[in-house]
Every structure is written in structure tokens, then in C-alpha cells.
């Protein structure tokens, strides 16, 4: 994982540093000022998985050009896959300007030019793919370079995914197959030719409980929940879990109830048990205490070091 938070340099310095840390980070880029000012305040954080490298980015307005002279000097055919999370990515890309707006994702190809003009204080995410990774489920085509697709239908699963990919540890024991459901799904949504018969056996239910883990507190992880973030429909959701040991539901139950004894066993917790089963989707606390003794076989109380 690496860092770099250049508001802790003297503010002569950061612009400079900047083009630096991104050129690191990502492939040969060249950054342009388009404010008048002399601190240049942005930072990158960047985590590796499964071949995929996952970066998180904030930084003040700009012109950023993947020109001609950037492209060959670039080791490597990726395409990046950005969701604007604010502010807004002014996109060039064979001749065609666009604007990605937040909630939006573009795809851009290092073997071509493209330039973006952020007009604004802005942050993404970020994902570097390789060409190879994507080449399966492209089947000989071209995702569409610099269109923003918004979080409908099958981009839905993208811009779900993508905070997911984020948040996710890379020793993850699924972590091989989430990546292989993004890139599926970036496929999909980018040139609708990849059939549900393509899509790897369990990949999808393995994206879909990733997204479980990153969210045991959200009230909206509810089959209709999580079919609207997945673009799938309910029968298309059970389906996923009919050949495994137990259905959608009890899963987030489990992990819930799970997440909660872990958080009760530690130490230096000191919220309440009412406090922690709140935190983790249960918003009552007799049918908690309930079900977490029918887990486990002690009250939360007892659970407590």
C-alpha cells in the first residue's frame, strides 16, 4: 500500500511533487495547473489486489494529458476504470468530449491518448486492469472508451463493486473471484455482449457477498436492497445462494450476529449491547439477545470479556 498526502509538503513544492506521485502510481501523465495559486493540496492512497491495483485520489482542479508522448512511453496495456466520487472528470478521448459526473465510471486504454480536465475539487476511485484480465470476457471487442455510465442496469454492478474492491482486504480468501466478477461486469456494462452464460460459476455470489461484508450495518441490505445495487432481480438473487448451505438472508443474519460477538469480545469495546446490535441491523434488542443465544448459546451480556 502506498500513501502520499502532498498537503504535508511546503506549498512551493506539491504541484511538482504531484506529477511525480501520479506518474508513480499510475502511468506516465502530465499534469497542468488551471488555478492561480501557490499550494497544490492532494493525496493518493494506493492497495494492490489480485492483480488489480485499486487507488483512491483527491486533489485540486487540473488538466491531466495521457498525450501521444505519454503513451509511448508506457510500460504495459491497461485500461483504467474511474468513479467519480465528486466534482466532475471532463473527458477527451478520440476526439469526443465528455463530462463524468459523481456516481458515474469511465474507461480509459493506456495504449491510447486521453486527456481530463477536472474543473473542480474532485475525488475517484480508480482501478487499474490489465488488458489480459479484461481480454476473456471482452471476447475479441472494445469497451466504449470515455462514456460515462451512470449506475443503471448493468453499470449498476460496477459502481456497487467498486467501494467494495476498495474496502476489501487483500488476503481475502475470495478475493481472486470479486476481481474476476469486476472485471466481468466492467465487460458487460462497457459493450453488453458478455451472456450470464460467461459469467464465471460463483463469481457473482462472491461479489455479492463481499458487498454483505462492507455494509452488515446498512438497513438497505435487504434482498431489494441489494438487488437495485446489483441491477438483479430478486429470483436472480436467491438463485445465487440455492447451492449453498444457506439462503441470502441467513447469511446476513449469521454475519451480523457474527460481527457483533466479535465486537462484544473485544476488550476495549465500550458501546452497549443495544448499541452494538444497532450498529450491526438490529433494531431490537430482545429479538437480538434472542437470536444471538440461539447462535452462540450466551447472552451478548455474557459474551463480554
Known amino acids: 500500500m502506498g500513501v502520499w498526502d502532498i498537503a504535508a509538503l511546503p506549498a512551493r513544492e506539491q504541484f511538482s511533487y504531484w506529477h511525480e506521485v501520479i506518474c508513480q502510481a499510475f502511468v506516465p501523465l502530465t499534469p497542468h495547473r488551471t488555478l492561480d495559486e501557490e499550494g497544490f493540496a492532494a493525496k493518493v492512497e494506493t492497495r494492490a489486489l489480485a492483480g488489480t491495483n485499486r487507488a483512491r485520489l483527491r486533489s485540486r482542479p487540473q488538466r491531466t494529458d495521457h498525450g501521444r508522448r505519454e503513451v509511448a512511453?508506457?510500460?504495459?496495456?491497461?485500461?483504467?476504470?474511474?468513479?467519480?466520487?465528486?466534482?466532475?472528470?471532463?473527458?477527451?478521448?478520440?476526439?469526443?468530449?465528455?463530462?463524468?459526473?459523481?456516481?458515474?465510471?469511465?474507461?480509459?486504454?493506456?495504449?491510447?491518448?486521453?486527456?481530463?480536465?477536472?474543473?473542480?475539487?474532485?475525488?475517484?476511485?480508480?482501478?487499474?486492469?490489465?488488458?489480459?484480465?479484461?481480454?476473456?470476457?471482452?471476447?475479441?471487442?472494445?469497451?466504449?472508451?470515455?462514456?460515462?455510465?451512470?449506475a443503471t442496469g448493468t453499470a449498476a454492478a460496477v459502481a456497487t463493486l467498486m467501494p467494495v474492491l476498495w474496502s476489501l482486504d487483500a488476503a481475502a480468501p475470495n478475493a481472486a473471484e470479486i476481481v474476476e466478477s469486476f472485471a466481468c461486469a466492467v465487460a458487460a456494462a462497457t459493450t453488453d455482449t458478455v451472456s450470464r452464460a460467461d459469467r464465471p460459476a460463483g463469481v457473482t455470489r462472491a461479489a455479492?457477498?463481499?458487498?454483505?461484508?462492507?455494509?452488515?450495518?446498512?438497513?438497505?441490505?435487504?434482498?431489494?436492497?441489494v438487488c437495485r445495487r446489483f441491477a438483479i432481480s430478486p429470483r436472480t438473487l436467491h438463485n445465487l445462494f440455492a447451492d449453498a448451505d444457506e439462503s441470502f438472508a441467513a447469511t446476513v443474519r449469521r454475519r451480523r450476529l457474527e460481527r457483533s460477538a466479535a465486537v462484544l469480545a473485544d476488550p476495549t469495546t465500550t458501546a452497549t449491547v443495544t448499541a452494538v446490535a444497532g450498529a450491526h441491523g438490529f433494531d431490537d434488542p430482545t429479538s437480538f439477545s434472542r437470536a444471538f443465544r440461539r447462535r452462540f448459546g450466551v447472552s451478548p451480556r455474557e459474551m463480554r470479556p
Request: aromatic share 12%; charged share 20%; net charge positive.
Open 208 to 225: 455479492v457477498l463481499a458487498h454483505v461484508e462492507c455494509h452488515l450495518g446498512d438497513r438497505d441490505l435487504t434482498v431489494a436492497g
Open 73 to 150: 512511453r508506457t510500460d504495459g496495456a491497461f485500461y483504467f476504470v474511474n468513479l467519480q466520487l465528486s466534482g466532475r472528470c471532463i473527458t477527451t478521448v478520440r476526439g469526443r468530449t465528455t463530462v463524468v459526473r459523481p456516481g458515474e465510471f469511465v474507461v480509459v486504454d493506456t495504449a491510447e491518448p486521453y486527456f481530463f480536465h477536472l474543473d473542480q475539487p474532485w475525488q475517484m476511485l480508480s482501478f487499474r486492469v490489465p488488458h489480459g484480465d479484461l481480454a476473456t470476457y471482452l471476447r475479441g471487442r472494445c469497451p466504449a472508451l470515455g462514456r460515462p455510465f451512470p
